[in-house]
C-alpha cells in the first residue's frame, strides 16, 4: 500500500525555520519524483517544490527559490524540504505527492500527482 507522512511543521517565528519530512512506504522512492505543495485556507493548492529520481534534479516556485531546499534521502525512503527564512505568507498545510516520471514532465501542477499525505501544518506568526 502506497503510503506518504509528513512530519515537522509547526509554529514558528518570521525569519525562522522548520525541515518537512515525507516518508514513503509500501513503494521505493528510487523511480519516483516528489512534489511539495501547499494550501493556504481560501486558497488552490501551490507547488512549492519538486526533486526527480532520475538525476535528483529540483525545481522551485519563485516565491521560496533561495530560502527552501528539498532533498532526498534514498536509503531512508524520504524526502526533506528545508524552509529557512520563514515568512507569514508561507504559512499554510504542506503536503507531499508523488508520482512515476521526473519533475521536467509534470512540473508543479496537482492534478499532475498520484499519491499524497495527509499534510501537516506550518504557521509563521510572532
Known amino acids: 500500500q502506497v503510503q506518504l507522512v509528513e512530519s515537522g511543521g509547526g509554529l514558528v517565528q518570521p525569519g525562522g525555520s522548520l525541515r518537512l519530512s515525507c516518508a514513503a512506504s509500501?513503494?521505493?522512492?528510487?523511480?519516483?519524483?516528489i512534489g511539495w505543495f501547499r494550501q493556504a485556507p481560501g486558497k488552490e493548492r501551490e507547488g512549492v517544490s519538486c526533486?526527480?529520481?532520475?538525476?535528483?534534479?529540483?525545481y522551485y516556485a519563485d516565491s521560496v527559490k533561495g530560502r527552501f531546499t528539498i532533498s532526498r534521502d534514498n536509503a531512508k525512503n524520504t524526502v526533506y524540504l528545508q524552509m529557512n527564512s520563514l515568512k507569514p505568507e508561507d504559512t499554510a498545510v504542506y503536503y507531499c505527492?508523488?508520482?512515476?516520471?521526473?519533475?521536467?514532465?509534470?512540473?508543479?501542477?496537482?492534478?499532475?500527482?498520484?499519491?499524497w499525505g495527509q499534510g501537516t501544518q506550518v504557521t509563521v506568526s510572532s
Open positions: 505527492a508523488t508520482v512515476p516520471f521526473d519533475c521536467s514532465d509534470v512540473g508543479l501542477w496537482a492534478y499532475e500527482y498520484d499519491y
Open positions: 509500501g513503494f521505493t522512492l528510487d523511480y519516483y519524483a
Open positions: 526533486i526527480s529520481s532520475s538525476d535528483g534534479s529540483t
